[in-house]
């Protein structure tokens, strides 16, 4: 592990640390300052350490040297979590605690509390790429209400709820990341209705909405890369377009429909172009095109390396666009 970029990285990132160290943050973004197989998060005082080498034992001398050095820098840390990608073991993928007793169960984002459990999945249940989108929902969802499709732990609904929002349902197939979104609202005194809380899946709840003429001022769509259901398959690479039409006649006229592509694959002009052909009836046009922030994107300064795929007008391969909904 090269000491000097690690070092040139927390430097970069030492505004965004605060006081009571209760906030999330990327600390290194492997793939673009300098090393493609760690990634390094910090969730409160728990760093999460991703582990993409494959073999996994290939990468495991620049975890620990990197575990050594942070620990040195950053004296308050009390866990260390390392996901291993390429694990046979589903354990291993999901996290092992190498240092400390425990993780952090609990983050705070702009004022917002929210529930995190480092171990439930490969990912560590809230992600930060979405950071500013959760913003937009601060600022923009009061008096609201939304729709959160493929809703993982539910960050981005309960940011338009801190929002102010009216109501806001989640969606999601796994009943365990809907009860973790139900503990960020007990740490908020949100109240909760069960009825907002749908686990099922997308194609078949969706398509009863509709049925049903239900529609929201705002639908998040920020799904999987690649997932098979019930009802039909996502494909961000080949059929982001399809997803977009589905959730589309649920969107009241005037309101927005947020869409997150991870396609890393896919560019963003042509990601861009799949939008734009979508708008071209006149009835959805592209509002906004809403960034990642800097700490996951990687500095001007600290940058060694590049996208697989150019994600310009976006700045990431996370690409969040807000989109304006008219109805006929």
């Not at 969802?141 to 609904?157: I, P, V, W």
């Not at 396609?263 to 979508?278: C, I, M, N, Q």
């Not at 990687?298 to 310009?312: E, S």
Request: hydrophobic share 45%; charged share 20%; glycine share 8%.
């Amino acid at each position: 592990m090269n000491e000097e970029r690690l070092a040139q990285a927390l430097e970069a990132r030492a505004g965004l640390f605060d006081a009571k160290h209760e906030g999330a943050l990327r600390l290194f973004a492997g793939f673009y300052e300098g090393n493609p197989d760690l990634v390094i998060d910090l969730y409160a005082r728990t760093l999460v350490m991703h582990n993409y080498a494959d073999p996994p034992e290939a990468g495991q001398t620049a975890v620990l040297a990197a575990r050594d050095f942070l620990l040195r820098r950053l004296n308050w840390i009390t866990a260390v979590v390392v996901k291993a990608r390429h694990a046979a073991d589903p354990a291993q993928r999901r996290g092992v605690l190498i240092h400390g007793a425990r993780a952090d169960t609990r983050i705070r984002e702009h004022g917002v509390r929210y529930a995190v459990n480092l171990l439930l999945n490969r990912d560590a249940s809230f992600y930060l790429d979405t950071r500013n989108l959760r913003a937009w929902a601060l600022g923009h969802l009061r008096g609201k209400t939304a729709l959160n499709t493929f809703a993982y732990t539910g960050s981005l609904g309960a940011a338009a709820m801190a929002g102010g929002a009216q109501r806001v349902v989640h969606l999601d197939a796994n009943r365990a990341f809907l009860n973790l979104a139900k503990e960020t609202y007990t740490l908020n005194g949100f109240p909760i209705h069960k009825a907002d809380f749908i686990a099922g899946d997308f194609w078949a709840v969706t398509s009863r909405m509709r049925r049903e003429g239900q529609t929201f001022d705002c639908v998040f769509l920020d799904p999987p890369f690649f997932a098979a259901g019930d009802g039909g398959t996502v494909d961000l690479q080949r059929d982001a377009g399809r997803l977009i039409n589905k959730a589309r006649p649920l969107v009241a006229d005037g309101g927005w429909l947020v869409a997150v592509n991870n396609a890393l694959f896919v560019s963003g002009r042509d990601y861009l172009r799949t939008l734009e052909d979508l708008c071209a009836d006149g009835f959805m046009q592209v509002e906004q095109i809403i960034p990642v922030p800097a700490d996951v994107t990687g500095y001007p300064h600290t940058l060694a390396g590049a996208p697989p795929v150019d994600p310009a007008p976006f700045n990431h391969p996370t690409r969040i666009a807000v989109l304006r909904i008219r109805r006929k």
